[in-house]
């Protein structure tokens, strides 16, 4: 047990750039922690299989030899079911403390999770967990559209999208420009009929050309906290649409700047 202790927790410390590269790419630290579980499943499995196989083998050259005396062991008895159960509980048992300490490097704050901040009345504004470099936000935007607009009537889904609308805001100024989606959106489950009208407004920070996400929820129709509890879901499921672009490959997103240039008359930023 102190062996794999020792292994996992300088697999930890060893591998803190890893640790951080999942935490960028939107890994929970519990995600992270069970990666970590992960390996010592491997480690279990193979350590109980490969003492088994070690076993058998030491026992057979026992009996080739005559060093057993007569004695025969019953590989098949439930105290070598036990003593595997043993190996994988005792692998398991010691990879609890390393695996709790990478997800605490993921994230060093106390708070874990993002918290909303409360509504104000049947308006609710805060700034999206999420931010884009000025390249890139034009077309993420066209590919959001698109997204949500495949969330129409008719699709299964956490929520039902329409009248969704891009809108690009021209700086007077000649600074960057601004980027809106806005759109009516149903919340599952329906019969509870919450409908609020949500937009997406990518403004400039005016550091490093990044920008940031300020989210605008207004409540149309719904019980206050039936609507605060489903949008909890329906943040998440935005903050995954978002993630998922830094997934696709780069033609997929040459693709969309492309038509950021054929339908809006513009060069992405």
């Known amino acids: 047990a102190l062996i794999v202790l020792n292994t996992m927790t300088g697999a930890v410390y060893e591998r803190a750039r890893e640790i951080g590269i999942y935490s960028v790419v939107g890994l929970a630290p519990s995600h992270i922690g069970m990666l970590f579980l992960a390996e010592s499943t491997v480690f279990a499995t193979f350590g109980a299989v490969a003492g088994y196989i ?3 083998i030491s026992h057979m050259l026992m009996l080739q030899y005559d060093l057993m005396g007569g004695l025969t062991l019953n590989y098949s008895s439930l105290s070598a079911v036990w003593a595997t159960v043993v190996v994988i509980g005792t692998v398991y048992l010691s990879t609890l403390y390393p695996a709790r300490l990478a997800a605490s490097m993921a994230v060093p704050d106390v708070t874990r999770e993002w918290q909303f901040p409360a509504p104000e009345g049947d308006h609710w504004s805060f700034d999206f967990p999420f931010t884009i470099g000025g ?3 034009a077309s993420m935007y066209v590919y959001l559209k698109t997204v949500f607009v495949a969330y129409g009537e008719g699709s299964v889904g956490d929520f039902i999208a329409r009248e969704v609308e891009l809108s690009i805001n021209e700086s007077e100024t000649g600074a960057e ?3 809106e989606i806005a759109m009516r959106t149903w919340l599952a489950p329906y019969d509870l009929g919450i409908s609020q009208v949500v ?3 990518a403004i400039p920070t005016g550091e490093h050309r990044i920008y940031k996400i300020e989210t605008n929820i207004e409540r149309l129709s719904g019980d206050m ?4 509890r489903m949008n909890r879901n329906f943040l998440n499921v935005l903050r995954k649409r978002f993630l998922v672009w830094r997934t696709l490959p780069a033609g997929i997103r040459g693709e969309y700047q492309e038509r950021v240039e054929a339908e809006y008359g513009m ?3």
């Open 267 to 269: 060069e992405p930023v």
């Open 225 to 228: 906290v039936s609507w605060q």
């Open 135 to 137: 390249a890139e936000v």
């Open 177 to 179: 420009p601004s980027y």
């Open 199 to 201: 937009r997406l407004r």
């Open 54 to 56: 070690i076993g058998q």
